[in-house]
């Protein structure tokens, strides 16, 4: 919830997980996150390309994968990691307006 909140990419969630996390395969990681989905509070998104008004170049969050998906996209170790270059789709983790109220 708190990488959500901060809008970072997936990599940053190890950063915020209790000590006995921080080193757990995508295999344990991956039913944390799918629970939060499934409560409605969180959704999984990759980064795309975004240009503000001032012509400035982002990142933004793609609509949300699909249930379906998520758990071999999440099982990829890749996707844990943060990656050498660009992070244009990389994975990031959005409340939803559900999620806003109890992070908030």
Same mark, same amino acid.
């Given at each position: 919830?708190?990488?959500?909140? /901060? +809008?970072?990419?997936?990599? !940053?969630?190890?950063? %915020?997980? %209790? /000590? ?7 295999? =344990?990681?991956?039913? +944390? ?8 509070? +969180?959704?999984? @998104?990759?980064?795309?390309?975004? #240009? ?6 982002? *990142? ?8 379906? =998906?998520?758990? =071999?996209?999440?099982?990829?170790? &890749? &996707?844990? /990691? *943060?990656? %050498?270059? #660009?992070? +244009? !789709?990389?994975? #990031?983790?959005?409340? #939803? ?6 992070? @908030?």
């Amino acid at each position: 919830m708190l990488n959500a909140f /901060e +809008i970072d990419i997936l990599p !940053g969630v190890r950063g %915020d997980l %209790d /000590e006995s996390l921080v080193a757990a395969p995508p295999a =344990e990681l991956a039913p +944390i996150l799918l629970s939060l989905v499934d409560k409605g509070w +969180i959704e999984v @998104c990759r980064l795309v390309r975004w #240009t503000a008004p001032d012509g400035q170049l982002g *990142y933004q969050p793609a609509p949300p994968l699909a249930r379906g =998906e998520l758990p =071999e996209v999440l099982a990829h170790a &890749a &996707a844990w /990691e *943060y990656p %050498d270059g #660009t992070w +244009i !789709g990389s994975l #990031t983790l959005c409340l #939803t307006p559900q999620g806003s109220k109890i992070a @908030c």
